[in-house]
């Protein structure tokens, strides 16, 4: 079946860690996205691809970075110089990056602070 | 600016009950998308429906229905006989026409929960 792979789906981060949450997906769709869910705040917006080797950061991107060498992988890694890294998140694709088609979305890792 | 508010942050109702759950959205564009989508306690988020802004028809599938009322910038949710695989956190969102969806603008969610 055709989705969104994210993995771990529980993840620890010790301090001064670099951590990677991995993203996968077999559905050929050009965009991917990463956004983090807190609590009462709903998705904001980390970083989008809108076609390999290319990306943009979103609202939120300080202390976190991404790769898309290949169209199946968006992968993203929470840096030492995120502070607060403690939270759902939430990796999703799209057919393009500017369609009206809706988003597709894996059921997401959790990362906390050891 | 583009803002999507959701007033309830959490909602409870007993099963079989009828809800609402109320989207108001804020745009300076004349065309645009509206979503929703549902997260069940596994995290994954689900769409429901899409709507464009120059169609106000309101929309029924099977037990949810959508009313979307663009002189008012709402797009409320409606789940009637409400039944327990119903308990989830529930998204509006809100993208412009021919925008990059890397402008899709969440709400912060409505949390219902149906009692048995």
Known sequence: DGGITQSPKYLFRKEGQNVTLSCEQNLNHDAMYWYRQDPGQGLRLIYYSQIVNDFQKGDIAEGYSVSREKKESFPLTVTSAQKNPTAFYLCASSPTGWSNQPQHFGDGTRLSIL | ?116
Do not use: H
């Open chain 2, 1 to 116: 600016a583009q803002k999507v508010t959701q007033a309830q942050t959490e909602i409870s109702v007993v099963e079989k009950e009828d809800v609402t759950l109320d989207c108001v959205y804020e745009t300076r564009d004349t065309t645009y998308y509206l979503f929703w989508y549902k997260q069940p306690p596994s995290g994954e988020l689900v769409f429901l429906i899409r709507r464009n802004s120059f169609d106000e028809q309101n929309e029924i599938s099977g037990r949810y229905s959508w009313n979307f009322q663009k002189s008012t910038s709402s797009f409320n949710f409606t789940i009637t006989a409400s039944q327990v695989v119903d308990s989830a956190v529930y998204f509006c969102a809100l993208m412009n026409y021919g925008g990059s969806q890397g402008n899709l603008i969440f709400g912060k969610g409505t949390k219902l929960s149906v009692k048995p």
